[in-house]
């Protein structure tokens, strides 16, 4: 065994592995306890700990060893690590299944672990259709709670890498939205769907990946190579509210006014009830108070939007640090517990009423989160909102109102936008909104709140008077 050490040296010290090398000892039962003839060490690297045999004989020599090993292990990870002190090169990878290509582009770390899941889910399900991938029996692929959608997966990831080669994936797009032809709202969403798995096919292929990615073989030509788009039609924002003003005034009332007493009342009337709510039980006290704190919370949310544009993952993991009372803004920056779209970050001016609404929302707050909610979790790779209370409450309340897209809150942001742009301009409108081209403020996130025709229906009163 090693001697624990005695001092404090540096890894880069000599001495440090000088106290770390030691000989094994072998043998069994009354002869155990024989030294082997070289010498070897722990080490801890990646959640990992092994002992190796460094085949050097003499301490000295050992240590350098040990301390070449270390930094090799901490580089490039425990099997290339080995291999390249061993004086051995990584044999290439030939004939990769999808799985295997993925758990690659994982242990490199160049996507961000949400970001690479989400990828990987696209890519599957071109590579499910193009390997012909099926389930026996009565799995669902779709059935997280049995197993079905694991079983599915693990099928698809073993569809070898050359089944997607580049006319396979444009047979695959072709073959996807022909079907829908004689529906253009379904045709549609069809392009959308198919580029979106496109695009993430292309990314996870890219140069930029295969260059951290020296030691495989990947077929030739490689999968998504060359590969388009489909043209796709693009959708502009159609305002669903009238009058934002009203919308806002109608939120402090029945949001931010929001008190027990109130929320006891209007369970009282839905239950059927008339007159004066009687005196609750402690349940149903208990209950009214929650409903309170969280439509108070929905008005934070249904401000932010609507007043600020910024996105429900910004909303929900907005700090006070992120508000500057001096300079009236609110900063859309990286943080401990959030970081923006790529080129998200900005600032964006609040007007002084909105400001002083944030300072009375400080003065009562015991967060660090400009929304009350539970602790966010920042190593999950799939979408938490940790204020969702909060959000969903929202969402009934907005929707309550006449806003029925698919994202209501989403809709605030794109209001900001079309507000800002009927101001300012197309310009000031993208910069407020952090969109990385000018393009998309244009084509997406703008709706024309002037109301103008051509006015040639007068032409028609003039009819009646002939």
Known sequence: MAKKSSTNFSRNDLRYWEERVYRPRYGRGDQFGKEAGS???RIQAHGERRGVSLRDTTKRNAAKSAMLLE?????????CG??????ETPKPRNLLTLGEYFAEIEAIGYFQPRTLRIYKTKVRRIAADVGKVRLAGKVKKFDHVNGGAEAWQNLVDKVPLQKLAPVCIREWQTNHLKNFHNNPAKYKSATKTTNSCIRAGKAIFSGEVKKLLPHLILPDPCPFEGIK???????RYRSEIRDPESLLLCGAMELADATTESELQRFWEADG???????????ESVRAVLSAERKREAFKVLIIGLTAGLR???IDHLLWTQIDFENGQINVETTDVHQPKADSEGSILVDPEILELYRQWKESSESRFVIAGVEPRVDSQRAHYRANRAEVE?????KSKGIKARNPIHSLRKEFGSIICEKAGVYVASRLLRHASIAMTAAIYTDDRKKVTSGLGSALSKRSKV
């Open 82 to 87: 080995l291999l390249e002190f061993r004086g």
């Open 394 to 398: 929202l969402l009934t309340w907005l």
């Open 312 to 314: 429900r993952g910004e």
């Open 273 to 283: 009830g008339t007159g004066k709510a009687p005196v609750p039980t402690p349940s």
């Open 39 to 41: 010498f070897a060490v």
């Open 229 to 235: 788009t489909a043209r796709e039609e693009i959708t």
């Open 71 to 79: 930094k090799l292990i901490e580089a490039k990870g425990w099997d």
